[in-house]
């Protein structure tokens, strides 16, 4: 399944797809509605043209167990891993808002916003540390 629309609606085990809200180059991910405990969950789905390669399902389930492994109120916190139609897909924790990439424009925070003693620092402490 190439088009990514076409999930829409679809359900894997008893997790409905909703609507895609992100992807990247590990998967895409999916806003949808988990039919046991009545949530809103967060579904990454390794894209098609991955699922062919072993070597990105290995990394995919690696990623999938470091994440589940981690407790920390910054990170999503992981539901299930699971495979479905040769579909192998994380649900993670949904969190409502809008993404980091969204928050700052659509790319990473300039240089510019940050105040010139964050840039220097780095700088005078190895000059610092590496006089001797």
């Excluded at 990394?59 to 981690?70: H, N």
């Excluded at 579909?87 to 949904?94: G, I, N, R, T």
């Amino acid at each position: 399944m190439t088009d990514e629309s076409a999930l829409i609606g679809k359900v894997l085990r008893h997790y409905t797809i909703l609507e895609r809200i992100g992807g990247g180059g590990m998967g895409v991910v999916y806003r949808a509605q988990d039919g046991h405990l009545d949530r809103f969950v967060a579904i990454k789905i390794l894209p098609h043209e991955s699922l062919a390669d072993e070597a990105a399902r290995k990394r995919f389930r690696r990623e999938a167990l470091a994440l589940s492994k981690l407790n920390h109120p910054n990170i999503a916190t992981v539901f299930d891993f699971d495979s479905q139609d040769g579909m192998d897909f994380l649900v993670m924790e949904y969190v409502a808002g809008s993404g980091c990439r969204l928050s700052s424009g659509g790319a990473a925070s300039p240089r510019t916003k940050w105040p010139d003693w964050a840039w220097s620092w780095p700088k005078d402490w190895r000059k610092r540390t590496s006089a001797g």
